[in-house]
Structures are given as C-alpha cells and as structure tokens.
C-alpha cells in the first residue's frame, strides 16, 4: 500500500464548479499535512497547510479526518487558472523534514 | 532574485556517462534537499543536507552522491547513468527551524539517459 494515496484523475470540470480532492494516508504516526500546487513542467508549491480543525483560504478549503487517516482539498467556483496537479503531502516526524507526496491528482478547469 | 536556482534545466546524455547537477539558494535557508520526480509524478526524497551535514538518505544507489560545500549549496552527482534514471530531480530548500513547512523548489532538471 502506498504510503499516501491519491485518484490521480483527471478531474474535468466546468468553470463555476466545486471540486473536491481526497487523499489517504498509511502511518497512523503521521503528523503534519499539506496541500501543494504542480502546474504543467513546473515546481511544486505550497498551497496550503491542513490544520485539524480545517482551514480555509479563500476559494480554498482543506479538511483532516485523523480517524480515518484521510485529508480532503475543496475548490469552490473554478477558475481556468486553478488547472493543475495537486499533490497530497504528509510528513511522519517534525525533526527530519522528509516529506512524503502522493501522486497528485490532476484538475482540469474548462471554458 | 531567484530562489532556488538549479542548472541545468535539461540534461540529456549516453548511459554509463557521469553528470552533476548543482542547486543554489539564496534565501539563507539551512536545510537543502533532492527529490526525484519519476514518469509516474511520484516525488521521493532524496538526500536531505542541514548546515552541510546529511540528515536524510533515502535507499538511493550509491551511484549517486550530493555534495554540499556550504549551507547555500547543495550539488548532486551520478556516476554511470543508467535508463532508469531518467526523470526530473527538483532541488528545494526549507525555512530554519521548520523543516516540515514550506519546502521552496528549484524549477527541476530533466535529465534523459539515452
């Protein structure tokens, strides 16, 4: 089993559209979540952290469900820029900054 | 005003060839690392240098080697380049003290072995 799962899509939709994205995680020690952006040939970048109590940040919603060791990423009102991998990110110890990322799963925002 | 900077941008070479890959950041970051991107978009660590001392290595062949002469530069070099290491390999840094936050990435090396 993968260390961090995610449905690698892609995911078409209409700009407009809410979109959500669930990720998984194996190490129930796991301690920290994150939310990174990967355009087309390009970097990773943070976009957001995931806090327990979940969190937003504009358009952008993250929830944790430590329970079920599952993560989840809403989209609300697509945008044509928000097309992109977004990659699942979970790291197991705060001292040794390994972070682990899933596959990603790819949006696609159409016109 | 870049970064993380990391040359070349594309590398393409024969099998049994060495390459080096070097990463610079000027952010004044303290921990450096090297992730591997491979065809499937899987990205796995690496090495890991904080203040040029290794903190992470990863079940890497030895055929690979990263060097860090100071805590700006991290450098990556492969020894007899075999297929399977074709991918793209992003070096990144991270803020001091916060290792597991906000890891800023280089804008990767396409490296083809053929």
């Known amino acids: 089993r993968k260390e961090v799962e995610q449905d690698p899509g892609p995911f078409n939709v209409p700009e407009g559209a809410t979109v959500a994205f669930n990720c998984t995680y194996s190490?129930?020690?796991?301690?920290?979540f994150f939310w990174y952006r990967q355009d087309c040939r390009k970097e990773p970048k943070l976009l957001m952290s995931?806090?327990?109590s979940g969190n937003e940040d504009g358009r952008f919603t993250a929830q944790l469900n430590r329970a079920s060791q599952y993560i989840s990423l809403l989209i609300r009102d697509s945008k044509l820029s928000d097309s992109a991998t977004y990659l699942c990110?979970?790291?197991?110890?705060?001292?040794?900054?390994?972070?682990?990322f899933g596959q990603g799963t790819t949006l696609q925002v159409k016109p | 005003d870049t970064a993380v900077s990391q040359t070349p941008k594309y590398l393409v070479t024969q099998m049994g060839n060495d390459k080096s890959i070097k990463c610079e950041q000027n952010l004044g970051h303290d921990t450096m690392y090297w992730y591997k991107q491979d065809s499937k978009k899987f990205l796995k660590i690496m090495f890991s240098y904080n203040n040029k001392e290794l903190i992470i290595n990863e079940t890497v062949p030895n055929r690979f080697s990263p060097k860090s002469p100071d805590k700006a530069h991290l450098n990556l070099h492969i020894n007899s380049l075999e297929l399977g290491d074709s991918a793209v390999y992003f070096c990144?840094?991270?803020?001091?003290?916060?290792?597991?936050?906000?890891?800023?990435f280089g804008s990767g090396t396409q490296l083809s072995v053929l």
């Open positions: 190490n129930s020690a796991s301690q920290s």
């Open positions: 990110v979970v790291t197991i110890s705060s001292n040794t900054g390994k972070l682990i």
């Open positions: 995931v806090y327990s």
């Open positions: 990144a840094s991270s803020l001091p003290g916060q290792r597991n936050e906000k890891l800023f």
